[in-house]
Every structure is written in C-alpha cells, then in structure tokens.
C-alpha cells in the first residue's frame, strides 16, 4: 500500500488587492480547523473579528505576543507569525506576506513558518509575485498561482500636502515623521487619523473608524498600512522613500514601494500614488514607476534563515544552533537578532549558567530571551530587563513577583501626558502583557492578563483622545467639507454678542466689521476660518453698514486713546482714523480696513456720515478755529491781522506772544474786534482762546493736532488742571514757568491782576493768593512776574531780591516789585530776553 499523498500546499502570489487574504479567510472558514499567521498584530486582530462573526466567539482564538484569547473549544487560530502554534495539528494552515523572509530583522522568522507550518489537509502561502522563485525552490510540491489586482494603480505625480485628494493616506517612516505630516494636514485640511504599527488595536481602531467614517479625508501612516489593513483610500503619498531599516536609512525597494502604493484602489476601484516631492531623493524615478504600475517587480533570490527548531540540551548547544549557516543555497544566515544577542550576554554570567539545569532550564532562558524589546530601548537595557525577568523565572517557584509587577503597571497607569509620553507607556505595558499570557511565568496568569489588558485600554482610550486633540480640528474638517461645496448652505449664525458660529462650532467673533478668529485657533487655521466666514458675513455686514450710515451723533464717538492715532468708533469697535487733510480743521478721514469687506456704495455712505458728524462735531467744540482759519485764508484782510490768525491757527487756538510781537503792535481797531469775534484774547504773553481750554474743545484740539501731525495723542492733562510739572502740559495750552507749567487763560489772569493793583513804577506787593490758590509755586511766580516784565525790589538790609535761583525774598508772599518799564536800546541789544521784555512792556502798556 502506497503511502498517503502529502497535503497540498498553494502559493497564491500577486500584488496588493487582489484578495488574497480573503481567500484564505473564507479557506479557513471552510476547514474543520485552522490557523493563519500575520505579519502585524494590528492584522491578526482585525481577522479575528471577521471569523467571530461568522464563526463564534467561543470557537476562534487570538495569538499574538501581547494578547491571547484563547477558548477551550477554539478551532480556528488568527496569530501572529512568531505566535503560530506550530506543534497543533489543524485541517488548514496559511501564512500572509511570506515574501517577509527577506526582511533582515524577522524574516527568519517567516522562512521557519513557510517550511515547517503545514495544515493536515491544506496549506496556503501568500505573498508577493517576487516570491515565485524561492516558493519553487524551497517548496517544489507548491502549485503557484497569481491573482491579478482587481483594479488599475496609477501614478498621479508628486503633489503638495495642500493638494492632496481626499481618501488619501501619507505614509512616512518614522513616528516622528508621521507625527509633523499629521500636524501639517490638520493645520491644511482639518484633521488626520493616525496609524502605525506600535498603536494598540484599540488605538488603531478608533483611528481608522474615524478615517473610515469620514470625520477626517486623510490618514498618516508608517509603512504598516501595506502590510493588508484594509481601508477605502483613493490615493497613497508618499512623505519619503527612505527608511531605517534597523542598521541603516537606505531607499525602499520597488516591492515594498508597490506593497504601500498598492493600498490604494478597492476591488474595483482604481486607485493612484505618489509622492509630496518631484524632485530629489523623494520623488519616483520612472523605472520604479513604470515597475509598480505593471507589478514587475525583482525577484527574491533568497531568505533569510534560522533553526526554528534548535537543540535545548544545553546552553551552547542552543547558541550553536541559532548560529549555524544553512544548507540550501536559497536560504542565508539571519542576522544576529535581539534574542539571541541578549542570550550570548547571559550566557557569559556564571549565575545564569548556575541555575540552568537540562533542557527545560533552557527552554526557560531562551524564552525569556525571546520578550520583544517593545519600547526600543536598545540592547543593553533590554538585556538588563531581561536579566532580571530570568533570574525571578529561575529562583523559588519561577514565577515573577507580583510586587514588582504590579508596581510597574501602576505606574504606567497614569492617561496624562502628550502623544508620545502616552505612546511610550503603551510600549512598555506590551511587555507586561507579554510576560502575563506566558502560562508558568505568572502565579495568577489570567489575573494578570485582564489587569494588563485594563491598563492598555485606558491607555490606548488616552491616545485616541491625545491623537485626535493634537491631530484633528472638528471645526476645522467641518468647514473644509462645506466651503468648497455650496457656500450659501453654511449654517453659519451669529449670536446678540458677536460669537459666530456653524454647527455649534465656534469661528470667532464679528466686532463691528471685522471677524476676529477664536482665540484656541492656531496661527495655521485663522485663513481657514477668516475663508469660512466670509462666505456668509456679507449680509450681517450689509446690515450693520446701514445702521452706521444711519447712526445718531451720539451713536459715534471720538476716540483719544495716548499713544494713539485720533480714531473715530461706532458701537464698541473703530470704523475710521483721521490723517492730515487741507487744514487742521479739516483732517482726511480714513476708513478702517476691517471696512473694506463692504461694497462700495455702503463705504461711501458711510463716509458721508461720517464728515458730516465730523463737521457738526468741530463746529461744537471748536468753532473758533474755523473762524481763524477762514481770516488767516482772507485775501482782504491787512497782513498783520491774517499773520496773527495764522499763527494762531497753527498753534490750534493757541500762540506766543513774543514771536507775533511786531503784527500785534500793528493791528488796527477793527483787526482786534474781529479777532475777539472769533473767540481771540490777546494776552500779556500769549495769544489763546479762552473756549478752546474747556475739556470737550480740549479734546478735540488734541485730536486735531495729533491728525495734522499723523502722531500719536499724547497723555492728556486731567480735566480741569491748571498747573501741572514742566513739559506736561498741552502744546500752546500752558505756559513753561520754571518747574511748573501754567494755563495760558491764568496767566492772563494773574497778569492783569498785577497791573490792576501798580502805581506807574512805584514798587507793588502784587496779591499772591491767585497763585496760591492755582498751585503755583513762590519761586515760580517770581519767575512769572518777571517775564511779565516786573523787577524785584531791594529787600531789608539792601540785598536784592529774586536772584536767577528763585529762592529770595522775590518768592516771598511780602515781595515788592516794581514795574521796569521798557528798556533802552542799548540794553535790548546786548540780550534778547531784555530785549523781548522791552518789547512786552511796551504792548502791555499799549493793550492796558
């Protein structure tokens, strides 16, 4: 009797979406038993939920290093490749992307699964078309068929993140490179969902439902995304060609650029690729474009070998194992990998050779040599982990204290922190879910496994909730979705207060005419939502354009902020500036730009109203400037009259005397009442109008000058001041008289009081009580009555009094002065202060 033909074995090779791996699902389904193995937990999960649904919870298991869901009536086994439980003998066996076997740090593991795993009445290899040659070397019973894509994948060109179509995924080579793509889609289009190979499948779900919902339009990704997560993406970028492969950066191969590019497309569907660079290292050549458009790819001469099974009698009998080269030529020595690195390390201490005994000590060791270095430490502290993990599994009852364990994953326990710090702690919390499903590491294994499995939950809930904070902008991805749609279908409303809102999204705030964005905006998405905004303003903007045409007088104000340019302000927000015009009475009114939203004939309405308001305004509060520069522009009146109304208008109201001296003293009769008409008192040692000093009219000649100068307003004097420190008072408005500076019409004042009470030169005791009462100080009043042209008289003992220091008798209450009269000739030669107090005195007993 002829022996029992062996088990078929199938190579089913082709490119990406060709359903091979749903053909081996529905393979599986229909053996009595079976098992597939997978090159990502991620896909292994995502599996395991297909088969419980069509076949039950209780009869179909999950193997992976961190996870392990396994009934007692489990018949069909989704794992991990490194997890495949090879010794169980099943109707079905299949092994997904074996052309992994090339990959330098876990292909040994794929070559041990592809010539040792075998179903007892089927098994199936899947993979690339590149694998046809090792498949046919190294299983040469294997029927080989290949499965043409079900749709066309095309090269779209290099195209900007800002260009991308929807339903596009970005794929890049490192978290941190993911992590920049990610923020630079969210700040463009809203939001990115995130997936890469070290998420939880908790994480990786809720990630991809959100992508798969279409919350967002684009997911970032690492190069996990081609190893079979099945998404509905129209279009592939790209962000690099280069990667770390664990030793060096080095440029992608053309099978794994198809075996990412080709994720894009969906049974039908065609799908495109591309990358965000047409130039330099990122972008495609034609030949690696030409090749993954027709699926041509170079084949796999070889892989990459280890003992899968390797002698445990003893510690160097298992090392000589795992370093021993292979025979057939298709296969090569594997790298040192990281278990067997940390193996030699603990090799080499004696206590390690000490407490391993036999072959089940080996085993034990070469176990705990084999816990993945999930957080990327590095050897030396894995191997430092690994030693400890060793020496509690090989002391007492080789259980790991519960202490020890349950103080790290309290300590993981903790959701707060940004995306990588929560990312780092799901890392090290899979080693602890590794450690609790090995059976006789753990005294209570499944009480351990739920409190792992807990913490990685909250953990991976955590990261969802951080990745969607840092990465997705809801309000942002709204807006996106409608602006480029039909603008006029926006729900965009905005409150009694200002607040605009779509969708119960907050936008910002529309003060007066201008859209202010929310403050949580980040600089990136403010043009986002200015753009957004616009769309659906125009009609609220139109309507407060016409209340501010229409506006009361005292609807619109003057606003004199200090350091300021003069603005003008309707209903809480400025509408306009006033710049220098023709005249000071006469500034150029300039709209504020938040105006130009509106359309003309609403700007010039709006500028109507306000010069008129501005008119009526300047002809309240300071009519007589108007009068003063109607005569200073007076082509019939004498030349000294419109020098003095010039001057006057120059100052706003205001002029030394001294300077105008000459044009005084040469005004005629009429000149002088027509100067008082206007408001005009021609004081001892200023010219000034008295209303132009009451605070309204005050305010507003600073607004003026402030306009004619295009300066900023200065500090205003408090209401009502007379006397304030030198320098601060208003320009023209105050007289400097040493540390003090007094009001021009109190000067006046003062001056006229010591001419009331002199006899021609006899020497006076002038009435101080004016000045006291106004602030003045006694050494400045004497400094006043001598500009006033008034001397000191001798005081008691023949010593002059009011010397240049102010502090002599002259700034005593019992001072006597006496009017000097004008001086000689001579004497207004020598000095020009003598010479301009002669000039003083001499209008001054002119003007009484």
């Known amino acids: 009797m002829s022996p029992p033909a062996p088990p078929p074995v199938t190579a089913v090779l082709g490119p990406t979406n060709t359903g091979k791996t749903h053909l081996a699902i529905e393979r599986l389904c229909a053996h009595a038993s079976g098992m597939i193995g997978f090159p990502l937990r991620l896909l292994a999960r995502e599996v395991y939920d297909r088969v419980v649904k069509i ?3 209780h009869q179909v298991a999950l193997i992976t290093g961190e996870e392990r869901i396994v009934p007692p009536a489990a018949r069909w086994f989704l794992c991990t490749a490194e997890s495949m439980p090879t010794e169980r003998d099943l109707s079905f066996v299949a092994l997904d992307e074996a052309q992994l076997g090339a990959d330098a740090e876990r292909g040994h593991v794929f070559t041990d699964r592809l010539l040792r795993a075998r179903g007892r009445d089927e098994t199936m290899i899947l993979g690339s078309e590149a694998l046809r040659p090792v498949v046919k070397a190294l299983v040469p019973d294997a029927h080989i068929t290949n499965r043409p894509r079900f749709s066309t994948l095309s090269y779209a060109g290099a195209r900007k993140l800002s260009r991308l179509p929807k339903r596009s995924v970005i794929v890049a080579f490192s978290a941190e490179e993911v992590y920049a793509v990610a923020e630079m889609i969210r700040r463009l289009r809203g939001g990115a969902a995130v997936v890469m190979g070290a998420l939880s499948p908790r994480t990786r779900n809720a990630q991809v439902a959100m992508f798969q919902a279409g919350e967002v339009d684009y997911l970032v990704a690492t190069d996990a995304i081609g190893m079979g997560l099945n998404m509905d993406v129209a279009h592939v970028a790209f962000a690099s060609l280069r990667k770390f492969d664990g030793h060096r950066q080095r440029r992608l191969t053309i099978a794994e650029m198809a075996q990412i590019a080709g994720r894009a497309g969906r049974h039908q569907r065609d799908g495109t690729f591309g990358a965000l660079s047409d130039e330099g290292p990122g972008a495609f050549t034609p030949e690696e474009v030409a090749a993954i458009e027709a699926h041509r790819f170079p084949p796999l001469q070889s892989l990459y070998w280890r003992q899968g099974a390797p002698d445990l009698s003893s510690i160097d009998a298992l090392i000589a194992d795992l370093e021993a080269k292979p025979v057939d030529p298709v296969l090569r020595a594997a790298p040192e990998a990281t278990d067997l690195a940390v193996l030699k390390r603990l090799a080499g201490e004696e206590w390690v050779r000490a407490r391993v005994r036999g072959p089940r000590g080996v085993a034990r060791l070469w176990a705990a040599c084999g816990v993945p270095d999930f957080r990327k430490l590095g050897l030396d502290p894995h191997y430092r982990f690994v030693a400890r993990l060793f020496g509690h599994l090989s002391e007492k009852a080789g259980h790991i204290p519960h202490e020890w364990f349950a103080g790290e994953l309290a300590r993981l326990d903790t959701m707060t922190g940004d995306v990588e710090t929560i990312a780092g ?4 919390v899979r080693s602890w879910a590794y450690i609790a499903h090995r059976a006789d590491w753990m005294a209570e294994p499944p009480h351990w496994a739920e409190r792992t499995r807990a913490v990685e939950e909250r953990l991976s809930d955590a990261l969802h909730a951080s990745l969607r904070q840092r990465f997705v902008d809801t309000r942002t991805t709204m807006l996106m979705r409608q602006i480029g749609a039909d603008a006029a279908a926006l729900p ?27 403050p949580d905006a980040r600089a990136a998405d403010k043009r986002l939502l200015l753009a957004a905004a616009e769309k659906r303003l125009g009609a609220e903007r139109a309507r407060r354009a016409a209340a501010l045409a229409g506006a009361s007088d005292e ?7 200090p350091g300021a340019l003069p603005l003008l302000g309707w209903a809480g927000t400025v509408i306009a500036a006033l710049h220098p015009g023709p005249s000071l009475v006469r500034p150029q009114i300039a709209l504020d730009r938040a105006l130009d939203c509106l359309t003309k004939p609403d700007v010039e309405r709006i500028r109507a109203r306000l010069e008129l308001w501005l008119a009526t305004q300047l002809a309240r509060h300071v009519a007589p400037l108007e009068a003063l520069a109607v005569i200073a522009r007076d082509p019939g009146a004498p030349a000294p009259l419109r020098v003095v109304a010039a ?12 300077p105008l001296a000459d044009s005084v003293a040469a005004l005629a009769g009429p000149d002088r009442r027509r100067l008082r008409r206007a408001g005009v008192v021609l004081g001892t040692l200023d010219l000034f109008v008295p209303a132009l000093l009451k605070p309204g009219a005050a305010r507003w000649r600073a607004a003026l000058q402030a306009a004619r100068h295009d300066q900023p307003l200065a500090t205003p004097v408090p209401p009502g001041a007379t006397v304030v420190a030198r320098g601060q008072g208003m320009a023209g408005a105050y007289r400097d008289i040493g540390s003090q500076s007094v009001r021009v019409d109190l000067v006046e004042r003062i001056a006229r009081a010591a001419h009331d009470v002199r006899r021609g030169g006899q020497p006076f005791a002038p009435d101080m009580a004016l000045a006291t009462s106004i602030g003045l100080t006694a050494p400045n009043f004497a400094r006043l009555m001598m500009q006033l042209g008034f001397r000191a008289m001798p005081g008691v003992g023949g010593r002059a009094a009011g010397g240049t220091s102010g502090d002599g008798e002259a700034g005593n209450a019992g001072a006597r002065w006496a009017w000097r009269g004008p001086p000689s000739p001579v004497k207004r030669a020598a000095t020009e202060p003598r010479g301009a107090f002669a000039r003083l005195a001499a209008l001054v007993v002119r003007d009484g």
């Open 492 to 518: 965009v409303a905005i409150a009694a207060d200002g607040a605009v809102m779509v969708d119960d999204h907050a936008l910002g705030r529309l003060e007066g005419f201008r859209f202010i964005v929310a």
């Open 647 to 658: 001057a006057l208008d120059a100052g706003a109201g205001m002029a030394a005397r001294l």
């Open 555 to 561: 609807a619109i104000m003057l606003v004199d902020a």
């Open 55 to 57: 076949k039950g919870a």
């Open 425 to 428: 702690r799901i890392a090290a």
